[in-house]
């Protein structure tokens, strides 16, 4: 995959997915609509501040509470290339895989990354560098058949290659 | 064989295939489906000609945005209208059975389900819903997934899932008069924090989990994913099989004794070892109220809104303080002097026929506080119908509530029942998150008997007073 860059916007643990994507909002199925209120709940001026490519860095159990999958996929929409967490709700994350959004396990990066801060990361290998800082941070790798979700765009791309390779065998 | 806990037994009893490296593919028993997050879902069945795998092992109802204020005019909300009326064609459309808005078994999808006795032990359960935990108070598997995995379930019947870690939480002795599950999974939580569970199922055991209703044991799973869980689940006993006893879809004669024979070994083994083990004391458990903007913000009804300044780590003191400031709420306020200016009693946590009949023992006799509009949405058209012949509606209506048609309604803000910026909630729900009732809603979560009792005073206060 591609390595994202860009600036980081920072936020705390426990973001939930009620603020990332408010249920006023839930019914959007256009991502570019969706993309509008991104973050609605949590940061008002987010879609007005970031430029495609940033990142967000944010504390622990992030995408916790509902289930919502436009909760990624607004973020996907927004620009924004990917996030860092500590950790993410489980949910959320196999959302993101399941709908090839990158996602990156980090405590050492939330901690000393800093808003603002140019970061880039290969996703094939989760560096992050911190382009600021010159530091480097290494994310948990994602498990092979998550980063073959990721690379095919998403679950049900993933689900008709594993069908058609074993009607093939 | 090693010991195995009743995550192990389920999750062994649906492997469809293991191979080393990818996780595990699981067949899934049930699949519940509701109106807001399947749309994309059939969408994409439709996009490349698939069908259901398992229609009847699919069932739908809507929930999330239907009207509750009454069912015999067309609803004027047009986004929930076009919701609605997608999930009747794509039912339709690809033979899935459907309680509509005007079915009798039309309700909340984690309250019907159970009613019904479709949720059933050992079963893999999942829906496009986090609090499908609820019911794993039957000793099921049930987790919440998002629509990608909505469809494929709906395509497949199966799921690939890394197994998740088990973890015991031990409620140990009896608790107080007054106190309900809604007070043990809310003092869990405090204890555990949001992301206290994240990675693993939660087994409930210990005395006070037994002692529990199947209704109150649905309240505690139900909120395992406050706390972060995949899942919650509760080893089936004699209170599991009673409940399911004559259900419609229950097994009827002989089936029901055999299908309890084998719900009986779903039980871990004594000896099964968990990944981590918490433990509480159920005598310490007070009535839990709320104060901040996740449901880890809980104090007990006696003690204080609290300090920041006293919190060490910053990043904690940094989410309490954002978190009151949001809230209106000063550190050291009495939990009992915060006043509410709305009461909601309903949910899938906390809207089933045991719920309301606590919170109506309360109002009974009672007026609703003057500054305080409060209303009530049973959880299901049954529920409602139920509590109805019991003449409970009557209770609240007399006291000053609404009583309304059944729904997710306040729980969630995807329907006109919201709150105002700035208005303060005391609710029986699950998430006390920013904006989760509306746009500036500041939400208390709590049982419904203090919900009732704080309705009635127009501020928190101490149910065990109130006995």
């Known amino acids: ?169 | 064989m090693p010991a195995q806990t009743m995550l192990d037994k389920i999750w062994d009893a649906h492997l469809v295939r293991q191979s080393d490296g990818d996780p595990d593919i699981l067949y899934i028993d049930m699949h519940y489906v509701h109106e807001v997050t399947s749309p994309q879902a059939f969408d994409g069945l439709r996009l490349h000609d698939r069908p259901v795998r398992r229609p009847d092992r699919t069932l739908a109802t809507m929930d999330h945005n239907v009207p509750t204020w009454t069912r015999s005019r067309p609803s004027t909300d047009e986004i929930a209208v076009a919701q609605m009326d997608a999930l009747a064609r794509n039912c339709a459309e690809f033979g899935i059975s459907l309680y509509d808005l005007h079915h009798v078994r039309q309700g909340i999808v984690h309250v019907i389900g159970p009613d019904l006795g479709i949720t059933q032990p050992g079963m893999t359960i999942v829906c496009g819903d986090s609090h499908t935990s609820t019911h794993g108070a039957f000793g099921s598997l049930a987790f919440g997934i998002g629509t990608s995995e909505v469809e494929h379930v709906l395509a497949t019947q199966c799921l690939r899932q890394t197994k998740p870690r088990a973890m015991e939480v031990r409620v140990e002795g009896a608790t107080a008069p007054g106190i309900t599950a809604k007070d043990i999974i809310l003092s869990i939580i405090g204890a555990i924090g949001v992301d206290g569970a994240v990675g693993h199922v939660i087994e409930y055991r210990g005395e006070a989990i037994e002692r529990l209703s199947m209704e109150g044991r649905m309240t505690v799973c139900n909120m395992s994913i406050e706390a972060g869980a995949r899942a919650g689940m509760i080893a089936p006993d004699e209170t599991t099989f009673e409940y399911l006893r004559g259900r419609p879809h229950a097994p009827k004669g002989t089936d029901f004794d055999d299908a309890v024979a084998r719900w009986k070994v779903l039980a871990g083994d004594a000896d099964a070892r968990f990944d981590r083990t918490v433990t509480l004391d159920a005598a310490a458990i007070a009535p839990h109220v709320t104060w901040g903007t996740n449901p880890g913000m809980v104090a007990p009804v006696d003690g204080y809104v609290p300090d920041p300044s006293d919190i060490t780590a910053e990043v904690d003191r940094q989410s309490a303080t954002r978190a009151l400031e949001y809230m209106g709420l000063e550190p050291g306020t009495a939990i009992e002097e915060i006043a509410v200016d709305r009461v909601f009693i309903g949910s899938c946590t906390n809207a089933r026929l045991d719920d309301l009949r606590s919170a109506a023992g309360v109002v009974r006799g009672r007026r609703v506080h003057p500054g305080v509009r409060a209303m009530v949405v049973p959880g299901s058209t049954l529920v409602k119908q139920q509590a109805e012949a019991e003449g409970l509606d009557q209770v609240f209506r007399e006291a000053g509530f609404d009583w309304r048609e059944a729904g997710c309604s306040m729980c969630l803000g995807m329907n006109p029942d919201i709150l105002q910026p700035g208005e303060r909630c005391a609710s029986t729900s699950n998430r006390n998150f920013e904006g989760r009732q509306g746009k500036g809603g500041r939400t208390h979560l709590v049982s419904p008997p203090m919900a009732a009792a704080a309705a009635v005073a127009g501020h928190f206060v101490d149910i065990r007073d109130w006995a």
């Open chain 1, 1 to 169: 995959m591609e390595k994202l860059r860009g600036r980081v916007w920072k936020y705390g643990p426990n973001i939930n997915t009620d603020v990332i994507i408010p249920g006023r909002y839930c019914h959007i199925t256009d991502p570019k609509e969706l993309a509008r209120y991104c973050m609605a709940d949590l940061d008002t001026e987010f879609i007005k501040k970031i430029k495609p490519g940033d990142i967000v860095v944010a504390g622990g159990n992030f995408g916790c509470g509902s289930s919502r999958e436009v909760a990624p996929l607004s973020i996907k929409a927004s620009g924004i290339g990917g996030v860092v967490a500590p950790s993410f709700a489980r949910i959320f994350y196999r959302n993101a895989i399941n709908i090839g959004f990158p996602i990156f396990e980090s405590a050492a990066a939330y901690e000393q990354i800093d808003e603002g801060d140019e970061v880039e990361i290969d996703p094939d290998t989760g560096t992050i560098h911190d382009l600021t800082k010159g530091t480097e941070y290494k994310a948990a790798a994602f498990p092979e058949f998550l980063q073959t979700i990721m690379s095919r765009g998403g679950l049900r791309g993933y689900a008709e290659e594993e069908l058609a390779r074993q009607s093939a065998s």
